[in-house]
């Protein structure tokens, strides 16, 4: 069993920097790929970005391309979203993501644990 916790937010004005982190305890963590989604509030959950178990693959979604950064380090077990350039827009709830399966993914339903969440907000 992996245990995630989220760690890091807070609240930023627009055009700060924020960066969350991801504790794993349990299971293999250096061999899962890793994934970061957020939830606002009314709206569905939606993938953010991902970062392969070395860190050789990473993948954005468009709305955060350019302005987040995911990294990990698996002897710390965890895994981080740096976050620049922040938008009102990004305000929500964010949850890290642990996925087994081989071939790295954006879909929910394919990242088998799940953190908590941490809140981030963005203040106009």
């Known amino acids: 069993q992996v245990q995630l916790v989220e760690s890091g937010g807070g609240s930023v004005q627009a055009g700060g920097s924020l960066r969350v982190s991801c504790s794993a305890s349990?299971?293999?963590?250096?061999?899962?790929?890793m994934g970061w989604f957020r939830q606002a509030p009314g709206k569905e959950r939606e993938f953010l970005a991902l970062?392969?178990?070395?860190?050789?693959?990473?993948h954005y979604a468009d709305s955060v391309k350019g302005r987040f950064g995911i990294s990990r380090d698996n002897a710390a077990h965890t895994v981080y979203l740096q976050m620049n350039s922040l938008k009102p827009e990004d305000t929500a709830v964010y949850y890290c993501?642990?996925?087994?399966?081989?071939?790295?993914?954006?879909?929910?339903?394919?990242?088998?644990?799940w953190g908590q969440g941490t809140q981030v907000t963005v203040s106009s």
């Open positions: 993501a642990a996925d087994r399966t081989i071939q790295p993914g954006t879909r929910m339903t394919q990242y088998e644990y």
């Open positions: 970062i392969t178990w070395n860190g050789g693959i990473t």
């Open positions: 349990g299971g293999a963590f250096s061999s899962y790929t």
